[in-house]
DNA sequence: CGGCTGACTCTGG
DNA sequence: TCCAGAGCCAGCC
């Protein structure tokens, strides 16, 4: 499927490298900037921020997270993104950081 | 066409 | 562990 080059808005690409993160794992933005390739890890920020308008609901953004290995989001939506995380088996320690030994998306 | 905004990453202290 | 500064680019009004 990725092989598939779409022209279309650089966020589509992410947004499709997104729905490729199984569950259970998650992805950093560089991750995700080095897939589309030519990104950067902000693009992959400002994309996922432009979710909000609805067009991608399906898009697990949630399992998107910055180099640090926490949840990098603004509003409250924070609190639900690690519920959510929490679902899919993902576990988080006091400093609220996740394993990367464990759950980093390994392809 | 110009300017503002934004969910990042890296290095150093 | 926390904080600051610099680099970077695509949408939207």
């Known amino acids: 499927m990725n092989t598939r080059e779409q022209t279309s808005p650089l966020y589509t690409q992410i947004y499709n490298i997104v729905c490729q993160i199984p569950p259970g794992k998650v992805a950093t933005y560089g991750q995700v900037a080095k897939l589309v390739g030519g990104c950067t890890a902000r693009m ?11 067009r991608d609901p399906n898009v697990p953004w949630q399992r998107v997270i910055n180099a640090q290995g926490r949840i990098s989001m603004h509003g409250v939506g924070s609190s639900i993104q690690r519920m959510i995380l929490e679902e899919e088996g993902i576990e988080f320690d006091q400093t609220d950081s996740i394993d990367f030994r464990k759950y980093l998306w390994d392809f």
């Open 44 to 54: 992959v920020g400002y994309a996922l921020s432009a979710l909000k308008d609805g």
